[in-house]
């Protein structure tokens, strides 16, 4: 997959992120509270986020992962981005990211992305296994993923060290049989 498919769903467009997104993505990659559960001090400089681009295209290049910018129709601001990483084509498997500028907290936004990507990633990638690693202090990442159906599988001690400390990440993981949670949420 070398070229970058744009995904359409209610009120978002999913699609490849450029340098001149990178204002957009800087408000909310700077945000403390949006990166704290990402394993990531918060960006300093617009220009640092340009090495955050860079890793989403060398991800698809390289085959490992495809990343999502995050757009409502009615504008074309990136307001997130949500997709995969260390994908492991032998295995069928792959990790799934996310994260959303604040000011969309609470508004389905995430969901809405988070299940189109999982949807693509089953259809069109030949993936029989999803997975996402979220801090146990991160309660509403598990609460999202847990509501589009993944299952906690258990807890990887100290699994990753970042910003100076070691990180505990729960496992969990959606299957491409598992029943999935796409409803309408009101």
Avoid at 150 to 156: N, V
Avoid at 175 to 182: C, M, N, P
Wanted: proline share 2%; aromatic share 12%.
């Amino acid at each position: 997959m070398s070229d970058h498919p744009k995904i359409e769903t209610n009120r978002l467009i999913l699609r490849k992120v450029s340098q001149d997104d990178a204002r957009d993505m800087f408000s909310y990659l700077s945000d403390s509270e949006v990166v704290k559960h990402m394993g990531l001090e918060p960006y300093q400089t617009v220009e640092a986020v340009y090495e955050e681009i860079e890793w989403y295209h060398s991800i698809l290049k390289e085959q490992t992962g495809i990343r999502w910018g995050i757009t409502l129709k009615n504008s074309d601001r990136v307001i997130g981005s949500c997709g995969f990483l260390n994908r492991n084509d032998k295995h069928f498997r792959t990790e799934v990211g996310f994260e959303l500028n604040k000011e969309y907290w609470g508004k389905g936004v995430a969901r809405e992305a988070l299940e189109a990507v999982v949807t693509y990633g089953f259809e069109h990638m030949k993936l029989e296994r999803i997975e996402a690693l979220i801090e146990p202090n991160n309660i509403s990442s598990q609460s999202l993923v847990e509501k589009v159906g993944f299952l906690k599988e258990g807890l990887l001690r100290h699994y990753e060290y970042t910003c100076g400390k070691f990180d505990d990440l729960y496992i969990y993981s959606l299957l491409k049989g598992d029943e999935i949670h796409f409803k309408p949420e009101h």
